[in-house]
């Protein structure tokens, strides 16, 4: 069966006839990334499908994972939790196959859920394409943007939706692209993405304290080594408290940032061993915040979504308040404390101007959150013929920085695939098999390279 374009004309159709399938792409590059991907464009189009009086159109989403270092695995994306998208369903693909994909199936609505230099190149690399009959473009961010907030903005400039977390980031991102003189209406005030869950309330005999740690902050073994003693500390000093560090992935597996000094292997080494209150767990967030009285982090966006639902969280101030940890964030909120003041008892209270601003919905108003973007989106769909994709980035604004961006992604600085980028097509299954068998092995040494090889290296260069 030939694939489905979409240059093609949509032929007449009687009133019985089943409406024809709101069709969406999620492509990602991350197992966090995937989610916030997933969930966002089950939230922007389930109800948009039937806003057009001609009943509810079914919406099919297609999970398509970007090639790269920090592709996920099986199990973590089986961790993700629900979003709507079987893990079996979603493929892997490079930038090229991507755009391939676009041009062939005729998808209504893309969702880029990439960091920004992938976002750039997929702009150009389907603005290249000419497509009489373009897909909506939505992209964002998965949670608190506290670093390369003009670099990551004007990366993903470009798009029809540029979602933001929260009225803060809003206006934030709005006053960026002002500033440079770009069309600023992309900016869509919505919420953090992966709020959820029943509020917090106390249980008789469950007293649980969860450390959720982040891949790269902080970086250095002294710091994440200090961070773990704490915590150990901390367990052995009330041996009635369950005490949790929640990781995001296992030795070897890859999340959205580099991890290079892993704390199950700093656990290994820790003098005095464990205590039996003490224990290291995996998956998904919210089922780990059903069971928790106290949140702890630096800075991980666990700390919002532990807010949203009202557990007392604590955000460390013990290894400073820096920029480069991230936890420069939360000043003002009133969740900055230390290890020493938490051992004491000590649980902090969040301010509620602060929170009026972050997007965590405290207040019961995340159901309505995504109700502007998702009528943004019914408002792109119905033009039907959209304007061509206009990234602030071009060869003639950015003639030194963007072409190396596109060529990361195999794609010439006009957008169109680089030669030998696009393989040509096998025919003959076993021939098929035998691609992908040499396919998987080269990714396998690939990412045994960036994940094993290249950490040793950087240590060894900074002896």
Wanted: avoid cysteine; charged fraction near 25%; hydrophobic fraction near 40%.
């Amino acid at each position: 069966m030939p694939p489905r374009t979409s240059n093609a004309a949509d032929p007449a159709r009687t009133p019985a006839e089943p409406r024809p399938a709101l069709r969406v792409a999620v492509l990602a590059d991350s197992d966090t990334r995937w989610k916030w991907g997933a969930l966002t464009a089950r939230r922007l189009t389930a109800e948009v499908a039937g806003t057009d009086g001609r009943g509810v159109r079914p919406v099919e989403v297609s999970g398509l994972l970007l090639r790269g270092r920090a592709t996920p695995t099986p199990r973590q994306l089986a961790e993700v939790g629900e979003v709507g998208i079987e893990a079996e369903k979603v493929r892997e693909v490079t930038a090229v196959e991507f755009l391939h994909t676009v041009r062939d199936e005729g998808y209504d609505v893309v969702v880029l859920a990439l960091v920004g230099g992938g976002v750039q190149a997929m702009l150009h690399g389907l603005a290249a394409l000419h497509l009489t009959r373009r897909p909506v473009i939505v992209t964002g961010y998965v949670g608190v943007v506290y670093e390369k907030l003009a670099d990551g903005l004007l990366l993903r400039h470009g798009a029809d939706i540029v979602l933001a977390n929260s009225a803060h980031d809003a206006g934030r991102f709005r006053a960026v692209y002002e500033g440079v003189d770009a069309d600023a209406s992309a900016v869509t005030e919505a919420a953090l993405p992966f709020l959820g869950g029943a509020p917090y309330r106390p249980e008789e005999g469950r007293d649980t304290v969860v450390f959720a740690a982040q891949p790269s902050v902080p970086a250095s073994r002294a710091d994440r080594t200090y961070l773990l003693r704490r915590l150990v500390e901390h367990a052995r000093l009330h041996p009635r408290r369950e005490v949790l560090l929640k990781l995001r992935s296992k030795p070897g597996e890859h999340t959205t940032h580099i991890e290079e000094l892993p704390y199950q292997k700093l656990a290994q080494k820790l003098p005095g061993g464990l205590p039996p209150n003490f224990r290291l767990v995996y998956g998904h967030m919210g089922e780990v915040l059903d069971r928790t009285d106290l949140l702890v982090t630096v800075s991980s966006t666990a700390a919002l979504e532990s807010l949203h639902r009202r557990i007392p969280t604590a955000v460390l101030t013990d290894l400073g308040v820096r920029e480069p940890l991230g936890n420069h964030h939360f000043v003002g909120s009133g969740l900055l404390t230390s290890w020493d003041k938490l051992d004491g008892g000590f649980r902090p209270r969040p301010d509620s101007a602060w929170l009026a601003g972050q997007g965590v919905a405290a207040d019961g108003s995340y159901g309505t959150a995504y109700d502007t973007a998702r009528a943004r989106v019914a408002e792109l769909l119905a033009e039907g013929r959209l304007p061509p994709l206009a990234p602030y980035y071009t060869p003639a604004t950015a003639p030194g920085y963007l072409p190396g961006i596109l060529a990361r992604h195999h794609l010439a600085p006009d957008g169109t695939p680089l030669p030998g980028a696009a393989a040509p097509q096998e025919p003959g299954r076993v021939r098929g098999a035998v691609r992908e068998t040499v396919r998987n092995a080269a990714r396998g040494a690939y990412r045994h390279g960036v994940q094993r090889v290249a950490p040793v290296i950087r240590r060894m260069g900074e002896l």
